[in-house]
C-alpha cells in the first residue's frame, strides 16, 4: 500500500547552547552554582593552576607547564609565558583572546597580569610563577 499525502522535507535546525553553570569553589570547598563570567573565571584559574601532565586525570592538554620555566632567563620566561597561557585559555570556545601582557619580576617570582576577552565580556587575570 503506497500512503497518501506528502512529507515535510523542511527541517528545522536548532542549536543547543550549552550552560556554564558549575559548581562555585571557594576556599577549597564547593559552595552553590555559579556561571557565565564567574564560571569562566573559575575555570582560568584551575587550568593555570594545572600542571600540565601532572595529573592522569586530566586530559594531556589540559594545564600549563609552568616548572620547565624555573631557573629560566627572566626574558625567555616572559616570551614562554605569554605563549602558553594564550595556548592553553584559548582551548576553551568561551574565550576570544588574550592579550595585554604585563610582567613584574621579584626576586625568584614573577608576576604576569594580562586581559581575557570572552563572551561574556573582559576581565583581567593575574598569576604568578616561580622562575
Known sequence: MI?????????EVTEDVETTRTYKITRNKIQGITDEIEALKQAIYKVLNTEKYEHPVYGFSYGIELESLIGKDSTYAQIELKRRIQECLLQDNRIESVDNFKFEAKGDEMICTFDVQSIYGEVEINKEVNI
Open 3 to 11: 500512503p497518501k499525502g506528502s512529507i515535510n522535507t523542511e527541517l
